[in-house]
């Protein structure tokens, strides 16, 4: 831009206007046109990110991400259908939504160990999405926390729970690390941050396992205030809870001419005789 610049004077009463230099390179010009248009995408329509990730969401994963999670302006979210649902399949369209709604500015992903490459590998070649890995080594020397490269970033929960690495964030030990991202103060300062996330989306296939109090933690991870005793728990109404969790069995997932994704599931009992001698 030549001429003069914002809020300067040409001797008179009145601020000169800049002028606007047309001389840039058109194909440059049109590649900043163009990506500014597709930042307001979403605008146009609501299922934007289908369009420019490689996926064909089914209809399952469609209806958590469309009709349960983006509907919230405060994702507090148990995701819980059976294995093979695509559960990273729909955390990646959400974080791709909220991103390009610009919403979310920084998210933090703490899979299994185990799940860590899956999770860098789907995001990127599925969604464009780069995320950093942080290793254990990350910490010694420095925060990987913080600075420019630390807003998109996947570490595993063994790997954060430790010494090393939790005391970027300040706490060790798998359930009280959920607590600390989640927002659940600690008497002891050791087990404090001084932030929390605004949005949080827990995945597990199996989300009671036969056992009452883990689930009611994993509940409290949600909503820690409205959920601090497994009484109040108990006494949660049945449409708030619908608002936080979505569990789909293997049987209920159809493609969209209605047919089972996965084949019938039989369960019988044999008994097995065994002769000692």
């Avoid at 002028?19 to 163009?34: C, G, L």
């Avoid at 990646?92 to 860098?120: H, K, Q």
């Avoid at 608002?243 to 084949?263: A, N, Q, S």
């Avoid at 599931?265 to 005789?273: A, G, M």
């Amino acid at each position: 831009m030549d001429g003069y610049r914002v809020g300067e004077r040409d001797g008179s009463d009145s601020e000169v206007p800049p002028s606007i230099d047309f001389t840039a390179d058109p194909d440059v010009v049109r590649v900043v046109v163009e990506g500014e248009r597709l930042t307001y995408g979403h605008l146009f329509n609501p299922a934007f990110a289908t369009e420019i990730s490689l996926i064909e969401p089914l209809p399952h994963q469609r209806i958590a991400v469309y009709d349960h999670m983006l509907k919230q302006s405060r994702l507090r979210f148990l995701l819980a259908d059976d294995a093979g649902a695509g559960k990273t399949i729909m955390t990646g369209l959400y974080v791709r939504e909220m991103l390009t709604r610009r919403l979310i500015s920084r998210v933090l992903i703490v899979p299994p160990a185990g799940l860590v490459g899956n999770w860098e590998h789907e995001l990127q070649h599925l969604f464009n999405l780069s995320f950093s890995i942080v290793n254990g080594s990350d910490a010694k020397t420095e925060n990987p926390f913080i600075g420019p490269e630390s807003d998109r970033l996947i570490v595993s929960v063994d790997t954060l729970r430790g010494d090393a690495m939790f005391s970027r964030l300040r706490k060790t030990d798998r359930y009280r690390l959920a607590e600390a991202l989640a927002g659940i103060s600690s008497e002891d300062e050791r087990w404090g941050l001084s932030w929390s996330c605004q949005h949080l989306l827990l995945l597990t296939a199996t989300p009671h396992m036969g056992k009452d109090f883990p689930y009611y933690c994993l509940w409290r991870l949600l909503e820690p205030d409205a959920l601090a005793t497994i009484d109040a728990f108990n006494a949660y109404p049945l449409d708030a809870r619908c608002r936080h969790f979505l569990r789909r069995t293997k049987e209920e997932l159809v493609y969209f001419d209605g047919k089972p994704i996965y084949p019938p599931r039989y369960s019988d009992t044999l008994n097995v005789w065994c002769e000692l001698r």
